[in-house]
């Protein structure tokens, strides 16, 4: 009987035993602050922290401060030297996972961040702010 009440006034049973709810964190790489902002209106209804970082100058520091789950990496035209700190990035935190996302890319460019060890890559002209939480959301919850 006291389960049904629980049920029936949508109580949430972590806040009665005083258990905290596992946040996930994303950190957007993003240089367009609009974008970033954007992405960062979608995923906050889904209970993430979420931290902008607008330069790469800065980055292996926010990740290191933030110790994010997950970096959705924007990439533009000068894909070798984002490919070098990506790199670096990844060899310096071995388990973060990454999203790359941007516009058109060669399928060598592409191969090449994969190999790096990018988990997904999003083609920004093809897809909605809302695809880019439905992929953030499938790998950090699954």
Do not use: W
């Amino acid at each position: 009987m006291p389960m049904t009440y629980l049920f029936k006034q949508k109580l949430n049973l972590r806040e009665l035993v005083g258990v905290e709810e596992l946040r996930y964190k994303v950190l957007i790489y993003e240089p367009e602050s609009y974008l970033s902002a954007l992405y960062a209106h979608y995923l906050s209804v889904h209970n993430l922290d979420i931290k902008h970082c607008p330069n790469l100058l800065n980055i292996k520091e926010a990740i290191a401060v933030f110790a994010p789950d997950l970096l959705v990496f924007s990439y533009d035209d000068d894909i070798p030297k984002q490919a070098k700190v990506l790199n670096h990035l990844l060899a310096c935190f071995p388990n973060l996972k990454v999203v790359s996302i941007g516009s058109d890319i060669h399928n060598d460019c592409l191969k090449e961040l994969m190999s790096l060890g990018i988990v997904s890559h999003i083609n920004r002209k093809l897809t909605r702010p809302q695809d880019v939480v439905e992929v953030i959301k499938t790998l950090l919850f699954n």
